[in-house]
């Protein structure tokens, strides 16, 4: 199951890379998120403090009483949220968390169900490794931190695409959860 969780994750990780690099942008950007800089280091010594202390330094704990498969089906379901999401997109993605001067408010497949799909599934993929590993360092150094980081990014995001569309967004933040779809999240907040 180990090697299923790795193989689904590099092919997401291949994904990404292999559509992302080397593509120009469709446009230029009209905004742009100005704590992108803040968030990605923040995430990068996230990820740095978890190799330092997980595998280097061998320490983690048990945490999970769910057997491994259920892990590896979250994480697989987690990749493939994200996938579809990014292939949903198509030129509106970037790394940059940007509107592009040609963006398109994007409300229907995945983006029905949470408004951004593409950071519940970096989630249910911790979520699934932490299961799939019995590893509660992975859910307090990873899940936890980037829980936080996603909601930082999106309230950041959500900023820019309410500058950008109005009202439209707005209406659409009252039938879909940020992060969880709204049916599961109860009441929303904007």
């Given at each position: 199951m180990r090697i299923l969780f790795w193989?689904?994750?590099?092919a997401g990780?291949?994904?990404?890379?292999?559509s992302s690099l080397g593509r120009p942008g469709s446009s230029a950007y009209a905004a742009r998120c100005r704590p992108v800089r803040a968030i990605?280091?923040?995430?990068?010594l996230i990820v740095l403090l978890y190799v330092a202390v997980v595998p280097l330094a061998?320490?983690?704990f048990p945490f999970s009483p769910l057997p491994a498969a259920i892990?590896?089906?979250l994480a697989v379901a987690g990749v493939a949220l994200c996938v579809w999401a990014k292939v949903h997109l198509k030129t509106n993605f970037t790394v940059t968390l940007g509107i592009k001067q040609?963006?398109?408010l994007i409300t229907s497949g995945p983006y029905a169900l949470v408004r951004h799909p593409m950071y519940t599934g970096f989630l249910l993929q911790f979520l699934g490794g932490a299961v799939l590993y019995d590893s509660g360092a992975t859910l307090l150094?990873?899940?936890l931190p980037f829980a936080v980081f996603f909601c930082w990014q999106s309230a950041a995001e959500e900023k820019l695409l309410v500058d950008r569309f109005g009202d439209a967004y707005r209406r659409y933040r009252l039938t879909t959860g940020r992060l969880l779809p709204k049916f599961l999240k109860g009441e929303s907040r904007g």
């Open positions: 193989c689904a994750t590099l990780l291949v994904h990404f890379a292999a990605r280091l923040a995430e990068t061998g320490w983690d892990g590896l089906a040609d963006h398109a150094l990873l899940f």
